[in-house]
Nanobody, 113 residues
Framework: QVQLQESGPGQVKPSQTLSLTCTVSGGSLTTSSYSWSWIRQPPGKGLEWMGSIRFDGRSQYSPALKSRTSISRDTSKNQFSLQLSSVTPEDTAVYYC?????WGKGTQVTVSS
């Protein structure tokens, strides 16, 4: 059974960089043909795919967020990370990591001064 766990600050100030880490257990980031993603859900809105990192280390990003988003990984720790720069209150959301069909439980991030 693959398990994913998000971690990171629950509050970030406007203009700062949001950083989250997803720790994967029971699975490997380098499993062939597999991708690992970050998804978010702002309050009252639907799920938004932010980007993914593939088994070979290549990343893909939502066009809407590409200029502010970076996804990286540490295969020695079986972790992948999200950085979202220049955050605004509109980036307030529950952030999920995902490795289909498995999801983390999500972590609330609030952007507020």
């Amino acid at each position: 059974q693959v398990q994913l766990q998000e971690s990171g600050p629950g509050q970030v100030k406007p203009s700062q960089t949001l950083s989250l880490t997803c720790t994967v257990s029971g699975g490997s980031l380098t499993t062939s043909s597999y991708s690992w993603s970050w998804i978010r859900q702002p309050p009252g809105k639907g799920l938004e795919w932010m980007g993914s990192i593939r088994f070979d280390g290549r990343s893909q990003y939502s066009p809407a967020l590409k200029s502010r988003t970076s996804i990286s990984r540490d295969t020695s720790k079986n972790q992948f990370s999200l950085q979202l720069s220049s955050v605004t209150p509109e980036d307030t959301a529950v952030y999920y990591c995902r490795g289909l069909p498995y999801w983390g439980k999500g972590t609330q991030v609030t952007v507020s001064s």
